[in-house]
């Protein structure tokens, strides 16, 4: 039976095709989630008499195997028999990292399977908010716990991969492939990314300065958490100013370019709406599992492989759980599309900076806990500097192997210096700056 003649693809009546609109409106990040996927094999499943027993497995062909990290979807049960039988904490912690690599991949596969039902702006809402969906509920995860410096540091390391890592290796790897060819990009969608990790920095800078200017002798902990929750909603009215932007009245400058290599595969939806709403609950179900898991067993994984926590989070959790989304810039960059890589390294990060970062501020605020934008000096010094060199970098609208060669170079040694940090893990809100920190100040008056 054709694709087009199944009748949970249908809407009223006529196939479900991708229009001109809809192709138009997809992001930069559902171009990259594309680049992992792959063609299913329909014959036999479609020969199937039974209609309900023939749409469940077409979904589950196309959610499961419709992936080229399927591979990794055994990891899953693997983390939950492991964490139900008490096996290694550390084995845990590596089996749920590798399990929400391909989870990531195909939540993005199917924000756009219902987008194609519900119209390019709805989509890009979905986006917008589930775009890292995995970053985020690992957060919630670690605030219930109340482990603050998971959260930060992981938010902090998913914007720096991105900025640096990410960035870095596709303009590299771009340049080499395309030495011949200049790799040119549209740099007014570079400005309003740029401005907008400027404006999240600033609102992550201001609490550590404060700190610092007011001194050691001055309790500062219930001013900066105050000057920090008026930050966040800043920032979030920052973002939504920023999606109206991005989704209303300046669409033209964040629709990514047609790929005619994946066009002509993508032009309808695979499966329907209901069925992937229902894989979307499903998914994001087993990534919260997964995450909790995560947030749990990190310390054990921390001692057992001898790395500190903030390495961990700042460094391990954000390549592994972004991995499917980075691989898909990288190969856009290699095809000299360089508009798609930079809205997926830039979206990326200034939906985790103006986002999700003020988000779990609020969240923890409404969970009385007492979470702030007061990052340590190294913390802020590193993000405040990834942003002014990927800003420097991007100015010109060019680009060329050396550029994203500093880029990687700035996040190795940027890795390094965590590497070899062994901040306390307990006291994420130190500044370190040689000076007792308010709390201390507090406990010896």
């Keep these: 039976m054709a694709l087009n003649q199944e009748p949970w693809l249908l809407e009223n009546g006529n196939p479900k095709g991708l229009t001109k609109e809809h192709r138009s409106g997809r992001t930069a990040h559902n171009r990259s989630s594309s680049s992992l996927r792959k063609k299913s094999d329909r014959t036999l499943v479609s020969k199937i008499p039974c209609s309900l027993l023939r749409q469940f497995l077409l979904n589950l062909q196309e959610v499961i195997l419709g992936t080229k990290l399927s591979v990794l979807f055994p990891a899953i049960p693997a983390a939950i028999v492991a964490e139900s039988f008490g096996f290694g904490r550390p084995w845990v912690f590596a089996l749920s990292l590798i399990g929400l690599m391909p989870l990531a991949e195909r939540v993005s596969f199917l924000t756009e399977q219902i987008a194609f039902f519900t119209g390019p702006t709805v989509g890009g809402l979905l986006n917008a908010t589930c775009g890292n969906a995995t970053e985020l509920i690992i957060a919630i995860f670690a605030l219930s716990q109340h482990k603050i410096a998971v959260v930060k540091y992981s ?137 909790e898991y995560v947030v749990g067993t990190i310390e054990e994984a921390s001692d057992s492989w001898g790395l500190s926590v903030s390495f961990i989070s700042i460094i391990v959790l954000p390549i592994v759980g972004n991995a499917a989304e980075h691989a898909g810039a990288v190969i856009f960059a290699f095809k000299n599309k360089l508009d798609i890589t930079l809205g997926v390294a830039l979206g990326s990060a200034t939906q985790i900076a103006m986002f999700v970062v003020p988000f779990c501020v609020i969240v923890a605020w409404i969970m009385g806990i007492n979470m702030d934008l007061n990052f340590s000096l190294l913390e802020t010094g590193s993000l405040a500097l990834s942003i002014l060199a990927t800003a420097f970098t991007l100015q010109d609208g060019s680009s060329h192997y050396l550029k994203g060669l500093i880029l990687l170079l700035c996040y190795i040694i940027i890795g390094a210096c965590f590497f070899v940090s062994k901040a306390p893990f307990n006291q994420p809100n130190s500044v370190n700056l040689g000076l007792p920190t308010s709390t201390e100040a507090v406990f010896r008056a």
């Design 155 to 291: 938010l902090l390391g998913s914007i720096l991969s991105n900025l640096l890592l990410v960035l870095g290796t596709s303009l590299f790897c771009g340049g080499i492939a395309n030495l011949r060819n200049e790799q040119k990009y549209d740099r007014r969608q570079a400005d309003v990314n740029s401005l907008m990790l400027l404006l999240a920095l600033l609102c992550h800078m201001l609490p550590l300065l404060f700190t610092f200017a007011a001194g050691p002798s001055v309790a500062t902990v219930d001013p900066t958490l105050h000057l920090s929750r008026a930050s966040s909603i800043v920032m979030l009215i920052g973002y939504a100013a920023y999606i109206v932007f991005q989704l209303w009245t300046h669409r033209e400058l964040f629709e990514a370019e047609e790929d005619d290599d994946l066009v002509a595969e993508e032009d309808q939806a695979v499966i329907g709406f209901w069925s992937g709403f229902v894989w979307l609950v499903g998914m994001t179900g087993v990534i919260a599992l997964l995450s």
